[in-house]
């Protein structure tokens, strides 16, 4: 009996290693692909592009040593492009363009015309809207002006686009506005888009109108997930001191629960709930969701559950990694999307070379990968 129970280990021992391996291949095509693309100098300065690009910097850990210098030469070629060109900075989808500049050697900073140092001075320097937040469209927004639900508006977006930075580049920098900046808004995106029954949140909250935008209860993955990628980053990186701790911990606990309860399908989290409202999968939004239950367990703040669901999520995630010439490309991803009602969300189709599902993935490997 024992020599048999040793054998069944040798052999799940054997198949785990092989899944590793696996994973690990599948990684290093995904990022071969992502890098010979487009070089770094043909990236906009635009969200999608960051997102893929700070999910690049966080595998930089998790390659092979060539691949790790490879990766770090291609964003260090997309910042100095564009501290060249200096891009406009006016709204929350121009920040994290410099997330991935974090991940740079410390003497890139001694600039002080780069980018990275342009776009704290914007997040200082913004105008704090009457519930304490930062509108997502920026102070004048075209956009706003003529459609009413979006002037005067927070989003789930804003918490990856410029939260997630002010929290790096203010511990890093030893800046104390961009830190309380940053743990400031859990609660305010909580107390105004929270629901009390899923924990899930609702996409936008309009403070001149006081109504969340879409209406309903409607919830959109990706958007949750930018969430729950977020205030994981914060339960690692903040002072374990800090008064907002707790807080912050109670708010990710209760929307991760939500998504640990929801109706999957194979493992991946439809596109907006509840069910019957879109259930198309979006890998984007599933690898964000499963980095934040993964990082939540190792933290211990979450219970093995949520890892054994994040190694599920992952598994089938890589299911829908695409031969390229180049290496892998992730498919069902949805594209770009707004606030509104069901339909804005239905009409959204996937997008075939998506750079933050891309993005979204790394986070997800650099998590379940980490040595």
Known sequence: MTKFIFLLLVIFSLHSNAN???????????????????????????????IGLFGL???????????RFEILEFIKRYHYY????????????????????????????????????????????????????????????????????????????SMMMWGNLSIRAGLLMGDAQLIDLALSQPKIFSTYLQDSDTGMFIHSYNYGGDYTFPRKKLFWTRGNGWVVATLADYLELMPKGDYRFNEIKIIFKNLVKGFYEANKKNDLWRNLYPVNKDNRVDTSGSALVAYGMAKGF??????????????????????????????????????????????????????????????????????????
């Open 57 to 67: 910097a966080r595998v930089a850990d998790v390659v092979s040593k060539k691949q």
């Open 20 to 50: 590793i391996k696996d994973d690990k291949k599948n990684l290093s095509d995904v990022v071969r692909n992502f890098i010979q693309i487009k070089s770094p100098e043909k990236l906009d300065w635009n969200w999608e592009e960051a």
């Open 298 to 371: 190792r933290l211990g703040v979450l219970e093995e559950k949520y890892f054994e669901q994040a190694k599920k999520s992952f598994s089938a995630i890589n299911k829908y990694l695409k031969k390229t010439k180049h290496g892998k490309r992730l498919t069902r991803v949805i594209g770009p999307t707004v606030p509104g009602p069901r339909l804005f969300y239905r009409i959204i189709p996937y997008q075939k070379n998506s750079y933050y599902g891309h993005g979204a993935y790394f986070l997800l490997a650099s998590e379940m990968l980490k040595k």
């Open 82 to 157: 564009y501290d060249k060109k200096k891009p406009e900075i006016s709204w929350a989808d121009e920040c994290p363009s410099v997330l991935s500049a974090l991940f740079l050697k410390r003497e890139y900073f001694e600039s002080k015309g780069i980018n990275f140092w342009r776009v704290l001075d914007y997040l200082k320097n913004a105008e704090l809207n009457e519930i304490g937040s930062i509108d997502h469209l920026g102070e004048d927004s075209t956009i706003g002006k003529f459609f009413p639900p979006y002037r005067n508006s927070i989003w789930l977006d």
